[in-house]
T-cell receptor
């Protein structure tokens, strides 16, 4: 009964370093999303995927890349981290039809 | 462009009160509306999902209503408890091309005082 699992939960990066956040869902959902959440700005969509092998840009895609090689996994990459990318990152998934969205527990990233 | 507004931004009530949280949206062409709860430092937990053809959904002490024509949803919490303290977010879902997009409000931060 895992649902949506994000790794890691916490990370501190130095400016210019790279990292990959992993999102895994076990519900066979087609749609997957990466959001960032900042105080006063709510949830903002970074990238999303409508199925295995597909990705698309959301509202704030600059500085991030994504891949969805397997249906259950959605990876978010930061190639050269900047302090402006300090945030809490959430992954979500949804199935087809009249289904609800499920969220991971979040990754708190600090870039110093 | 769809916009979602939640009022009030913050609410503090004594334990036992019944309360209403509001969510309004500008475009009635929605697929469904979902209410979430977020505890500090945690992820989002789905509370209730209302399809566009439905008027309300109930789960325990929670009741959510939807009025598409007026672009409003309310989340009613009966007999509030300190454990209900959290941020409550609403999101409307719509199709955009081949994607199902969620449009988010900024949330209502609720504090229930013992």
């Amino acid at each position: 009964n895992a649902g949506v699992t994000q790794t890691p939960k916490f990370r501190v990066l130095k400016t210019g370093q790279s990292m990959t956040l992993l999102c895994a869902q076990d519900m066979n959902h087609e749609y997957m999303y990466w959001y960032r959440q900042d105080p006063g700005m709510g949830l903002r969509l970074i990238h999303y995927s409508v199925g295995e092998g597909t990705t698309a840009k959301g509202e704030v895609p600059d500085g991030y890349n994504v891949s969805r090689l397997k249906k259950q996994n959605f990876l978010l990459g930061l190639e050269s981290a900047a302090p402006s990318q300090t945030s809490v990152y959430f992954c979500a998934s949804m199935g087809e039809g009249y289904t609800e969205a499920f969220f991971g527990q979040g990754t708190r990233l600090t870039v110093v | 462009k769809q916009e979602v507004t939640q009022i009030p931004a913050a609410l503090s009530v004594p334990e036992g009160e019944n309360l209403v949280l509001n969510c309004s949206f500008t475009d009635s062409a929605i697929y469904n509306l979902q209410w979430f709860r977020q505890d500090p430092g945690k992820g989002l937990t789905s509370l209730l999902l209302i399809q566009s053809s439905q008027r309300e959904q109930t789960s325990g002490r929670l009741n959510a209503s939807l009025d598409k024509s007026s672009g409003r949803s309310t989340l009613y919490i009966a007999a509030s408890q300190p454990g209900d303290s959290a941020t409550y977010l609403c999101a409307v879902s719509r199709y955009a091309g081949n994607n199902r997009k969620l449009i988010w409000g900024l949330g209502t931060s609720l504090a229930v005082n013992p």
